[in-house]
């Protein structure tokens, strides 16, 4: 019903920025919050970012100051740019998100494949 593709990992030298984005298609009637998890080796996931539909934002504290989640309702997509990476910040990178469907109003909590973010040097 409703998929979240990723786009925007890679490698990236400590100190350098990436920004991610996560488009939603399919039977959307609206998307509620969309966020953006990670999960790093032999770790659990953990939220990094997260927004709202009106557009209130709460970030981990290890990301504070250095991302910046943002959205585009119109296009239903979200962003995550990423400033003064460290090599702590290497992770799998997934997009989240509430979707309305469309014709039923269900809401649907929904995950993307992931893309990888690499920080070294």
């Known amino acids: 019903q409703v998929q979240l593709v990723e786009s925007g990992g890679g490698l990236v030298q400590p100190g350098g920025s990436l920004r991610l984005s996560c488009a939603a298609s399919g039977s959307i009637l609206r998307m509620n919050d969309m966020g953006w998890y990670r999960q790093a080796p032999g770790k659990e996931r953990e939220l990094v970012a997260i927004i709202a539909s009106t557009a209130s934002t709460n970030y981990a504290d290890s990301v504070k100051g250095r991302f910046t989640i943002s959205r585009d309702n119109a296009k239903n997509q979200v962003y995550l740019q990423m400033n003064s990476l460290k090599p702590e910040d290497t992770a799998v990178y997934y997009c989240?998100?509430?979707?309305?469907?469309?014709?039923?109003?269900?809401?649907?909590?929904?995950w993307g494949q992931g893309t990888l973010v690499t920080v070294s040097s």
């Open positions: 989240n998100a509430r979707a309305v469907v469309r014709f039923t109003a269900n809401v649907v909590e929904v």
